[in-house]
């Protein structure tokens, strides 16, 4: 597994940021079930940042605590059969590690939403990240059972991980 962290902000938590995203991926990865090591790229940034990033690939001019890019376009959410029609599409060349996709996360929301949900920070960056792994594997929220399905594997992630509320 390779994932990059890009910490534009030089953010700093009361946890190491890097030994945290690798639990996280590892987990989602194997909760998913996904066949392939995987490349994540991560970058955390502040509300200027992320309402740039959100402008520019979103064309929405407003902050978020986290935005997800997938870089594979599954017909069902973890179905990794596209992936094996055509890997040269997916996969990167010199690793061979699926290439999922970029996670952006704000610092502040993180902060913010910590102190609002009463939980530590560890567990905000931990849910939005897990919640992001999701989406980088096609589950989305946009209906009601889709939203409950990925709410639903988000928290079980979480707990598996003993990362509770």
């Given amino acids: 597994m390779t994932f990059y962290v890009e910490n534009e902000v030089e953010a700093v938590f009361d946890f190491d940021i890097e030994e ?24 955390i940034t502040d ?20 935005l997800s890019f997938p870089a594979v376009d599954y017909e069902k959410p973890s179905d990794f059969s596209l992936v094996a029609d055509s890997p040269a599409c997916y996969l990167n060349p010199d690793t061979q ?52 399905e990925m709410f639903d594997r988000q928290e079980a992630i979480l707990q598996g991980l003993g990362i509770c509320r």
């Fill in 20 to 43: 945290l995203l690798e639990r996280l991926i590892r987990a989602a990865v194997s909760y998913e079930k996904c066949p392939y090591e995987v490349e994540v790229a991560v970058t």
């Fill in 47 to 66: 509300a200027a940042g992320i309402r740039e990033y959100n402008k520019e690939y979103r064309k929405i001019d407003s902050a978020t605590d986290v």
């Fill in 97 to 148: 590690e699926l290439v999922l996709g970029d996670i952006i996360l704000c610092e502040q929301r993180i902060r913010e939403q910590a102190k609002e949900y009463g939980h530590s920070l560890m567990r905000e960056f931990s849910f939005l990240v897990i919640h992001s792994m999701l989406h980088l594997f096609g589950y989305d929220h946009m209906e009601p059972q889709e939203e409950r």
